[in-house]
């Protein structure tokens, strides 16, 4: 007589066909659901006169999520480092004194390191909250004043933002990231659970993934990991951390000329050959497709720096720009140049430069029309 082994039953779940696909839609639907919940979770009260702080300038999601708590009336002041205020305080910036100087409620909507190929993405997959709007927009001539600005070396180059420029088309010659990173950033600023995960890493975890952060060692020997048995504490979301960086007591805060007394020469690229111009206007467009009010402030630079061949390729790039505005119907500004103390380099104002040209564009007959005033 024989005795027949019975097999064990496998332990593995078996599912259906059918079971598969509802643990399919309950995991995605919960995958976007977090972010959601999160918002409401997560306290974001920003203070008067807020930008996005220094060290979440790669956090979209935080830039989203500003834009979209906005109130109806707000006027975003959309652009670079130079509205975001590179040398200033987060109160001594553009958009605060616009507010100042004609009472109407102007957000700042920059960031820093932002440059017209990374700004043309993030208003792109993050700025739907400017649709039907009021907008400023900054052109800062100063991303076409040569061919590395403008991103035209071959020679592969290193960069801020490279999450938001275009991933394929059109070409960039100094990118040169895989194929494989490409397709995660493209992915990652089309789908909010992806960015919600980068706001998590910048915001929490040092700009690392949970596990990388958790295991982090101090760098000596032998080492020890201080982040594995304690809670991430985060960067402030609503007001920024005190910088010697940044205001008017920063040893930065002062005028070019006190580090720098001769003239620079700048090539200059041509308007028909820049990426960064192509840039521009495809966001332009882009904006005004999406029923903004959009109003376009060009420059000014600095252009006491600039020696006289410079200064006459830049203003010929200016009114070639100031063409192709009037041309579709967009409404602009290109300011006078401001006093040269005012200026801490070749783009970027001083608080005092910024209050002065603040009072300019008020009384821009153009400006004041675009505001209703």
């Known amino acids: 007589m024989t005795n027949e082994t019975k097999p064990t039953p496998a332990a593995a779940v078996q599912l259906s066909a059918r079971q598969w696909v509802c643990a399919l839609g309950l995991s995605l639907g919960l ?27 790669n956090d979209y999601w935080l830039y989203e999520h500003w834009l979209d708590q906005l109130p109806p009336d707000a006027i975003s002041v959309v652009g670079d480092s130079v509205v975001w205020g590179e040398y200033t305080a987060h109160d001594g910036t553009l958009s605060r004194f616009l507010g100042d100087a004609t009472g109407a409620p102007f957000a700042n909507a920059g960031i820093n390191g932002l440059y017209p190929l990374a700004l043309r993405g993030l208003i792109e997959h993050h700025g739907g909250a400017l649709a039907k709007r009021r907008v400023l927009l900054h052109c800062n001539l100063l991303w076409m004043s040569d061919r590395e600005a403008d991103m035209q070396l071959e020679k592969e180059q290193v960069f801020n933002h490279p999450a938001l ?38 915001t929490y975890f040092e700009q690392k993934s949970a596990p990388e952060w958790t295991m982090a060692d101090d760098g000596k020997f032998p080492p020890t990991y201080s982040n594995t048995y304690r809670l991430p504490v985060g960067v402030p979301l609503s007001a920024e951390l005190p910088s010697a960086k940044r205001g008017l007591a920063s040893e930065r805060h002062k005028p070019w000329s006190a580090n720098q007394s001769g003239q620079v020469n700048m090539e200059w690229v041509t308007p028909e050959s820049s990426l960064q111009w192509q840039a521009f206007r495809r966001l332009a467009k882009r904006l005004k497709g999406r029923g903004s ?10 252009e006491h720096m600039m020696n006289d061949t410079t200064r006459e390729k830049y203003l010929g790039f200016r009114i070639a720009v100031a063409a192709w505005l009037s041309a579709e119907g967009i409404r602009f500004v290109v300011p006078e140049v401001l006093p040269r103390d005012e200026f801490a380099d070749a783009s970027h104002p001083l608080t005092q430069g910024y209050e ?8 821009a007959p153009v400006f004041q029309s675009w505001l209703g005033q």
Do not use: M
């Open 31 to 57: 995958a976007w659901l977090l972010p959601v919940v999160w918002s409401a979770f997560e306290s974001f009260e920003p203070v008067p006169h807020y930008r996005v702080p220094y060290e979440l300038s």
């Open 293 to 302: 009010d959009l109003l376009v402030v060009v420059g000014p630079l600095n």
């Open 165 to 202: 420029v275009p991933q394929f088309t059109p070409s960039i010659p100094c990118y040169r990231a895989d194929t494989d990173t490409r397709l995660g950033r493209a992915l990652e600023r089309r789908l909010e659970p992806l960015s919600w995960v980068r706001h998590l890493q910048q």
């Open 356 to 363: 002065r040209l603040a009072k300019r564009l008020a009384a």
